[in-house]
Structures are given as C-alpha cells and as structure tokens.
C-alpha cells in the first residue's frame, strides 16, 4: 500500500501524525510524506531548514520526506498565521506535482488539525495521480474559528463553510478523531462516507524508558500535572482560579509542563496572584513525558465551554490513560465521556474553577491503593480504544478497502 502523507506539520515539529506515520510503516504501509518548513510553535524556521527551501530530505527510519516553502508563522499574529497557512497551500500545489513526479500512490492521506485548507493541495495530488482521498479531520471547520475568536465575520464564516464542503465532497473517505463530530461533518460531507477514527496514544508510553532518570524531577506532595499545549482553549485562567481555592492545602501543587500562546501571559499571572502552588516548569519532549507524568498524583486535562469544544476528545487524554495515573477533567462533552467510560478518574464542568478545587481534593483524599485502581482502569481502556499498533492496522486496512473500490 503505497500512502501518500500530506500534513503542514510534521517532523522534527512534534505532532501526532509523526508517530501515526511509525505505526503505519510497521503495519506495512510504504509512506511518502509531503510538507512544510518546520516552525511550530516558536514561529522560527528551525535549525537547518529554510523558509523558502524545498527538496526532499530522508528520515532517519528511512522513508522520504518532501518539503515546500512557507511563511514562519511568527509570534501567532493573524496575518503572519495567515500568511503561514496560505503559502504552504499554495506552493505545495505548484512545487508537489514536480517534486513527486514518476510516483504512484494508491492513497492520499491528509492529516487535517486546523487549518481544513491544507486538503486542497491533497485534492490536486490525488487527481493528478489517480489516487484515492482520506482525509482525518481533527478540528471542525469553520466551527473551531469561530470557537477560539479567530473569525467573527458571518460572511467569511459562510465561506469558510462553502470551501470546507468542496473539500469534503473530493474526498473518497472521511476519518473524524470524535464520535461527535460525525454529525456536522455529514451536514456537510454530501455523499462522502464519514467514520470515527480516535486519535492513538503517544509511542513513547509504550517503549522502555519512563523509569530513567526524569527530565524534570517534581518535589514531594500532591501534584496536579498538566501537560501540553498553553493556550486560549485549554482554560488556564480556571486553573489558575482554582489554584487560588486550593492555596490553603499545602501539599497541593498544580505544575503546568508546556508551552503556547498563553505561557508569557500565564507567568505574569502567576506573579500578579503570588500563586506559588502553580510551577510553570517548560515544554520538554515527547520522549521525556512518560518519566514526568509517572510522577505525578493525578493528572489534569481542561478546555473552555463552547459547543465545539464539548465535541473534541484532546489528544492529552490518550497519553493520559496510558500513564496509568488518575486524571481530572474539567470539560464537557465528549473528552468526559471518555473518562467516565475508562474509570480512570473524575470530570467536572468546563471552566467551573470550584468544581476543579473540589475534584483536586476528592482525589487527595483518597488512599494510593485507589488511585492506583484508577490508573490500572485507564490503562485497560487505553490498550482497548487507543493502543497506537492497533489502531495503525485498522488504518492501513481502510486505506487497502478504499483503494480496492477504485481499482474495481
């Protein structure tokens, strides 16, 4: 199965899609990866690669990766973002037909965060190469623009929706990472098949190593661990709320590992509200994750309330359950129903700053033979929905159906 990968983000940036690609190569699928100048999140071209370069470069794991010019996209800025996301479009519909000419592909696969307008290069690729179109769909378009206050404008909203619909409609198959995005993406799909296809656990979790040495040690007591990305849908400000409430409980400690848009202006708040049971401790790699989180008392997972969000499972909460410690979520929807169907922790109400206060100390109460219990039940649930190998076959056995429909 020859799979074309087509994805903005990818490697050395540190996306789920690098380890998705991994699973795929074990599972037997031959990838080719299209994509951009690696700059997220510090906005910078890194290291070795330039913004208006593109050729092809080998993986390490021995597989080749193409990349095309973008705009770095800054500090997070609405013109440098969209300048970011249009360039890649656009040169990675004029540069990809020479780059991949004499190749052969049975499937496109797109790897579809926000923003949806990277499908549109795949859809000239797999017309130009007689190739068959999936596209994962992991944020709702223009739905998640008007959640996070990115576009306002009706009308341009109206015709974000008329191009995510010509995207849906070209494609052969659509994948979404939540059971409750099926609704809206069929709205829109026409007759375009729409299956749920859960984003899997993170590899590392899965590999030996979570008891080396830690890449941050946490000090003694209960600490509340956060992890991932810092920015305007994770909800700090609740947490920081939050924080406030439990400053009496000592022992209590809320330490936030990551980085975002927010994390210069979570410094300042930590400061301004002499929070010192919330430890900002940086983002560190993928690899150093397992070792962290095994520290941690419970493990916490939030977002804000609006209709879009209820309707995303964060990836956070897959690496979560593998860590086998207790989680806190405060949101609703569907990351909720996932914890509350695995056992593996308590939920409370999006942005209900005493309801988070109260879970904290629900879980401190308890003794470490229960916590322990609520781990091992996350882990079960874990290696049944999520287990990255597992879900990587069922992947590479859609992609072979798919292209069976097109041969005949």
Not at 236 to 245: F, H, K, M, P
Not at 332 to 352: N, Q, T, Y
Request: contains cysteine.
């Amino acid at each position: 199965m020859r799979v074309l990968v087509l994805s903005q983000y990818y490697w050395p940036e540190s996306f789920r899609i690098n380890e998705v690609v991994e699973s795929l190569r074990s599972a037997g699928c031959h990838i080719t990866v299209l994509t951009g100048q690696p700059n997220y999140p510090q906005g910078d071209v890194f290291a070795g690669y330039r913004a208006i370069g593109f050729g092809v470069q080998q993986h390490e794991s021995g597989y080749s990766i193409y990349r095309v010019p973008l705009v770095p996209r800054g500090r997070g800025g609405a013109i440098g973002l969209a300048a970011n996301y249009l360039l890649f479009v656009l040169s990675a519909c004029v540069l990809s037909p020479w780059l991949l000419r004499k190749q052969r592909f049975d499937v496109v696969f797109v790897y579809a965060p926000s923003p949806i307008i990277q499908a549109i290069p795949a859809v000239w690729l797999a017309f130009l190469k007689r190739a068959k179109l999936v596209t994962w769909v992991q944020d709702l378009w223009p739905q998640s623009l008007e959640a996070t206050g990115f576009v306002r404008n009706r009308r341009v909203l109206d015709m974000v929706a008329v191009l995510v619909r010509w995207i849906y409609r070209r494609c052969d198959s659509l994948l979404v990472q939540s059971e409750a995005f099926i609704p809206s993406v069929k709205t829109m799909a026409g007759k375009t098949p729409v299956q749920y296809h859960p984003n899997p656990g993170e590899l590392a979790f899965g590999r030996a190593g979570a008891l080396d040495p830690p890449a941050l040690l946490l000090e003694p007591g209960f600490n509340v661990v956060f992890a991932g990305n810092l920015g305007t849908v994770q909800a700090l400000d609740t947490i920081l709320d939050a924080a406030e409430l439990l400053r009496l409980h000592a022992d209590v400690r809320i330490v936030l590992v990551g980085s975002g848009s927010r994390s210069q202006w979570l410094q300042q708040e930590v400061l301004r509200r002499q929070l010192g049971n919330v430890q900002l401790a940086g983002r560190f790699a993928t690899e150093a994750m397992p070792g962290i989180l095994a520290q941690a008392s419970v493990l916490l997972v939030s977002l804000v309330r609006s209709a879009i969000m209820s309707q995303t499972v964060p990836s956070k909460v897959q690496a979560y359950l593998a860590a086998g410690k207790p989680i806190i979520a405060s949101l609703d929807g569907e990351g909720s129903k996932v914890l509350d169907a695995s056992g593996a922790g308590v939920s409370c109400p999006a942005e209900d700053a005493a309801g988070l206060a109260q879970a904290v100390l629900r879980l401190r109460a308890l003794s470490p033979a229960q916590l322990q219990r609520m781990g091992e039940a996350g882990q079960r649930y874990y290696l049944q929905n999520f287990d990255p190998a597992v879900l990587a076959q069922k992947l590479a056995e859609h992609f072979t159906r798919i292209s069976a429909k097109h041969q005949s």
